[in-house]
């Protein structure tokens, strides 16, 4: 039931306050400050380096995860597409971690290389939204995401549910490992506690987005752009375009721009900046004016401070609630996802069922 949506999607990407909320519950006491995790039958302290493999845009929530537990634990990670990783015979050393991410579950690579490592004696965790699902049944830590039924084609919902978890875990392994204090687990706690509030103010922004399809629909190619963990929030911002567009888009990291996809930029290749205020804006801005003198049309998502500094000259800007960098991750996620939306809708494709793309990927 669509409830009083067009589109599944749109539903997916409205629930996300409260099924983010829903997730963060069984990760979170909020009254003792504390993160909470499922009980583990092994020493998370222990763990020397972790393998994430997932899919899609389970993937991208990876590479973001990857950026957190390097930084708040300081433990290695790898990461892999599972058909890469099926096949390249990775290095697996006793006592590893291997972390799968799934919304369905049943992703035919993802499953076959949770195998593989289980075979290579990994320790096998799993963030997965389908709890009766094959890789749920077969982890030795199970990490359920609480997003309800994902029916859209394009992952919304269970994208945001993933970093919540994510960014649980990721405090969890810092603290085991002695890098966090009570003090630090108690902000982190407080950061992620105001996700689902910041997830609502970005949701405000719908209007203001839909009024602004019609400068990324004619497009023939688009760009996106971003730095550390917005750098996924990139590559996940053009394949939701691709999936429910048609439009060709590519993300990339805002510093590769001058290694060659420059050479892309005219005044018909819209380019979306992902760059909240924090500690990588000026670098990700310079990009953004390399970009701007070449004629590129620039569509800004920032937060207040960051379009004052830098909004200037840009095509458009999306104005997100300013955000602890922590959540920056699943706040931005809702204005790529709503401007594919839009987009897709202004262009009458098929928003739930995209051409040639099935829900759950079961075969190889
Ligand atoms: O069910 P999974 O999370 O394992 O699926 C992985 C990908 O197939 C999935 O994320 C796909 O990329 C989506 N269509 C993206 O919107």
Redesign the pocket.
């Known amino acids: 039931d669509k409830g009083n949506h067009r589109h599944f999607m749109q539903k997916e990407i409205y629930e996300q306050p409260v099924v983010v909320a829903q997730t963060l519950r069984s990760y979170l006491r909020r009254m003792e400050n504390e993160i909470a995790m499922p009980d583990m039958e092994f020493d998370l302290g222990a763990v020397k380096r972790i393998t994430i493999v ?5 993937y991208y929530a990876g590479l973001v995860a990857k950026y957190w537990f390097e930084k708040f634990a300081r433990v290695p990670v790898d990461i892999d597409v599972a058909s890469e990783f099926r096949y390249r015979d990775p290095v697996l050393e006793a006592g590893g971690l291997a972390l799968f991410i ?3 579950g049943e ?1 035919a690579d ?1 499953l076959a290389a949770l195998r593989h490592a289980k075979a290579e004696g990994q320790i096998i965790a799993v963030v997965v939204n389908v709890p009766t699902s094959s890789m749920a049944r077969e982890a030795d830590l199970l990490l359920p995401t609480h997003a309800g039924p994902e029916i859209g ?3 919304t919902k ?1 994208f945001t549910c993933q970093l919540a978890v994510l960014a649980a875990l990721a405090a969890n392994l810092a603290r085991a490992k002695g890098k966090l204090t009570t003090e630090e687990e108690a902000e982190i706690v407080w950061h992620l506690s105001e996700a689902p509030a910041a997830l609502n103010e970005a949701l405000s922004r719908d209007g203001q987005i839909e009024a602004m399809a019609h400068l990324i629909a004619p497009a023939r190619d688009v760009l996106y752009l971003g730095r550390g963990p917005d750098y996924p929030m990139a590559l996940e911002g053009a ?2 375009l691709k ?1 429910i567009s048609y439009i060709h888009a590519e993300g990339y990291a805002a510093g590769e721009m001058k290694h060659g996809p420059i050479a892309l930029i005219d005044e018909l290749v819209p380019v979306i900046v992902i760059a909240p205020s924090g500690p990588l804006f000026e670098k990700t801005v310079s990009n953004m004016q390399e970009v701007q003198a070449r004629g590129g049309k620039v569509v800004l998502i920032s937060d207040a401070e960051g379009i004052a500094a830098a909004g200037d000259g840009c095509m458009a800007t999306i104005e997100m609630p300013k955000v602890h960098p922590l959540i920056a991750p699943l706040v931005y996620a809702v204005p790529v996802q709503l401007l594919a939306y839009h987009v897709a809708v202004a262009k009458g494709t098929d928003v739930d069922q995209p051409r040639n ?1 099935a829900k ?2 079961t075969v190889e």
């Open positions: 997932a899919c899609g845009t389970s799934s919304q369905s992703t993802t084609v394009a992952s269970a394949l939701k999936e793309l759950s990927v």
